[in-house]
């Protein structure tokens, strides 16, 4: 039976079929799927084949083909990846600029990441709350930035959101971005992940977790990965309804909670290949006097021409250099 794989414990699956039934699902150990090399060989947002047996354990068997998918280098294994999410139509980083900060390479890598498996992203910039003045300089500028790039920003507070007392879904503009789509929300823990989700969903279903007071850290609330249903047929709903059919193909508004992560690596990458993921040093390379000018100094390079003019960011520059830092390193080979 054809189902869609909504969680992810790491040893099981969540599988959700047509018809409105859910099963923990188990996959084989020696189960792989070719060219991709990866800690998960299943990812939420996979449509999967179920076989159950005599036994009542159900088994994945095949994983369908993917639309893309999105990965990021594992933490320990720095040959492997892991597969965050798998046929998503928009990736949002939740970022904040205070408790946590989340820095501008965290930023920068993400997209990066993104642009490499052609998902399309957007920065959800949130506990806007919580900033002062000047902090709401900064964060307009750093909006600004992106806005200038093309990934749609936003701004945010899901605490208020959450404890407003209208039916989020129909009053606030940023539920409407999640509308028809698959969703995978990703950010440092503590940014407010699965607060945002539960202020969409109007219903506390995710765990949320203070941030510690020493260090304005997250801790790593959410352990799972899981996919949440936003709308049922063509009305929005605010409950996820244990048991009712939905069809995989019209409903298509779905948010994936994922839990906080640190960094991201792009894996299997060429120097020359880097800049390819900077839409504006993309751009601007194609001025620079080799073919193959990866902008460190060499010379006659456009794009060390645009930062010292001021039309390259230089937090953008310094993201770059990061990422080539890892590729030269051979960090994530
Ligand atoms: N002031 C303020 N606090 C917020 C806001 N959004 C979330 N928080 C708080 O931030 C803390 C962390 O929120 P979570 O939703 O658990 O964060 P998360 O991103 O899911 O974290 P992980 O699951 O660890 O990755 C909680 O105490 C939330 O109440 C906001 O907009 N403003
Ligand atoms: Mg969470
Ligand atoms: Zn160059």
Redesign the pocket.
Known sequence: MKGLVIKSTGTSYGVHFEDGTTAECHVKGNFRIRGIRSTNPVAIGDYVEVTTLDDGTHWITEVHDRKNYIVRRSTNLSYASHILAANVDMAALIVTLRHPETSTTFIDRFLATCEAYRVPACLIFNKVDLLTEDELQELSALRQLYESLDYPTYAISALTLASSPDNLLTSSPIASIFEGKVTLLSGNSGVGKSTLLNAILGKDIARTGAISSAHHKGMHTTTFSEMYPLKHGSEWCSVVQNGSALNHDVQRSWIIDTPGIKGFGLLDIEKEEVGHYFREIFEV?RD?R?SN???MN?PG????QAVIDGRIALSRYESYLSILDDTTEGKYR
């Open positions: 390379a620079c080799y000018c990866i902008h060499e390079c456009a794009v060390n």
